[in-house]
């Protein structure tokens, strides 16, 4: 099928991938917004085509509602929740829910429409389509996750809520780099230059202290120790270590909030470094040299954000720019992580 279409560029595929980018940032703040609103599970079941309809009468709202009765965090956690205020969560979760539909159609039908018209290079026609079964597998991830709150706990496992964040932020960048690549076509001549090891490592650094973040979202742990930067005036929290490692790493709110303070710093010193090292590199032309001090700046606006969220408790508000600022981080050291591998 691949030797039907043209090879080396589109800029109209880069629009398309870009746009569909666009809408998969927008999942994540709508989905930050859900969790940080206690919207998750609100909806009990998963339907993936007749779901997209919500209540239509009276009824059907009682229906979903004493679906939402039935699971602990309406028992334990909001036992006077009115029909209204029901409402009010579920309508998060199903906007959540169908902007995912919709980025799976803004997806696959300008893909099919690209292809009969043999507009989509070569090269990338089978990385798009991993990009749908990356989207494909993030739904059934999200069911997955919503799943684990459905029975005996009060919220979602954070180890599943950081996999479906990871997921997302994965498909994130994977969109950015394919777009890129089909604007620019074929990169004919590559710079060699020790660039591209270490934007590739900023990148996955970045990566790895957004997955920390999701353990801290799923574990609630910016609720506790709300002092910076020591924890409840001590060096280390009091409660981190767990009955058992994986309990430690991925349920104690102590532990997994000083492990994100921990890379924080890390990240903030190796990002700084190297943006000022690509600054004066003679390696690297103009662009990259810019996109490396535009990913410090970042980082840091990250960290203050990041210090600021936590000493106010995560407000909504904070909470979401947090979780928006962590994303657009992402993109731009995908862009650098490409532009360095390039002359």
């Known amino acids: 099928m691949t030797s039907f279409l043209r090879s080396d560029r589109s800029r ?10 666009v809408l998969v940032l927008g999942m994540v703040v709508l989905g930050g917004t859900t969790r940080l609103t206690g919207s998750g599970l609100s909806i009990t079941q998963w339907k993936p085509i007749t ?15 004493a679906r939402y ?89 954070p180890e599943r809520l ?31 230059s020790p660039w591209g090891g270490r934007a590739l490592g900023l990148l996955g650094l970045i990566y790895v202290q957004i997955l920390l973040g999701a353990l801290v979202a799923g574990n609630q742990a910016g609720l ?21 490692l994986w309990a430690t790493l991925a349920h104690s709110q102590g532990a997994v909030q000083l492990h994100h303070r921990l890379v924080a710093y890390l990240l903030l010193i190796v990002a700084v470094g190297l943006g000022a090292a690509a600054w004066r590199s003679a390696y690297l032309a103009a662009p990259a040299k810019a996109l490396g001090a535009i990913v410090a700046g970042a980082v840091v606006v990250q960290a203050l954000l990041g210090v600021a969220t936590l000493m106010a408790r995560v407000p909504l508000g904070l909470g979401v720019a947090h979780q928006l600022m962590a994303a657009l981080t992402l993109c731009l050291a995908t862009a650098f992580a490409w532009r360095v591998r390039r002359v």
């Open 12 to 21: 109209a595929v880069a629009i398309w991938l870009l746009t569909v980018a």
């Open 224 to 244: 506790v120790y709300n002092d910076w930067p020591l924890f409840a005036g001590h060096l280390l929290p009091g409660d981190y270590a767990g009955p058992s």
């Open 51 to 65: 779901g997209a309809l919500p209540p239509l009468s009276l009824a059907d709202w009682q229906a979903e509602f």
């Open 162 to 192: 950081m996999i479906h964040l990871g997921l997302a932020f994965a498909l994130l960048a994977a969109l950015v780099w394919t777009a890129l690549d089909a604007w620019a076509g074929w990169a004919r001549q590559t710079l060699p």
């Open 69 to 157: 009765q039935a699971i602990p965090q309406f028992r334990f956690v909001n036992p006077t929740m009115t029909l209204d205020q029901f409402r009010f969560i579920y309508w998060w979760e199903w906007s959540h829910r169908l902007l995912g539909r919709l980025l799976g159609v803004a997806f696959l039908v300008p893909f099919l429409w690209f292809a009969v018209r043999r507009e989509i290079p070569r090269r990338l026609f089978w990385r798009l389509g991993g990009l749908f079964l990356l989207g494909g597998l993030q739904g059934l991830v999200g069911w997955w996750m919503v799943a684990s709150g459905l029975v005996t706990r009060v919220s979602v496992a």
